[in-house]
Nanobody, 121 residues
């Protein structure tokens, strides 16, 4: 299984970014995909998740209404659309696979290498 994130960068508060996670070596239909983030000195926290087959989504309270998770089966890629970014969104963002819905990092099967998002005030 290989997960490759991209799309991170330096933005200002209020800006938008779209992160991508390209998935290979996995039957995506049988899996859940999640985005987590980890700020310096903090634990890796759940951000959003999607059931690949049905598209059922869930979000952390801190990003509801601002972030949207989606997937494109044609290119085996999951996205995280981030709007109205805040300085507290600054973190390394990781995508992860799992066989069931998760909200903690311990439940993940595979991880990508992460992509850094920095939001300046």
């Amino acid at each position: 299984v290989q997960l490759v994130e991209s799309g991170g960068g330096l933005v200002r508060a209020g800006d938008s970014l779209r992160l991508s996670c390209a998935v290979s070596g996995l039957t995506t239909d049988d899996n859940f995909m999640s985005w987590f983030r980890q700020a310096p000195g903090k634990e890796r926290d759940f951000v959003a998740g999607i059931r690949w087959r049905e598209g059922t989504k869930r979000y952390a309270d801190s990003v509801k209404g601002r972030f949207t998770i989606s997937r494109d089966s044609a290119v085996n890629t999951v996205y995280l659309h981030m709007n109205i970014l805040k300085p507290e969104d600054t973190a390394v963002y990781y995508c992860a696979t799992s066989r069931g819905p998760i909200t903690t990092a311990v439940g993940a099967g595979s991880w990508g290498q992460g992509t850094l998002v920095t939001v300046s005030s």
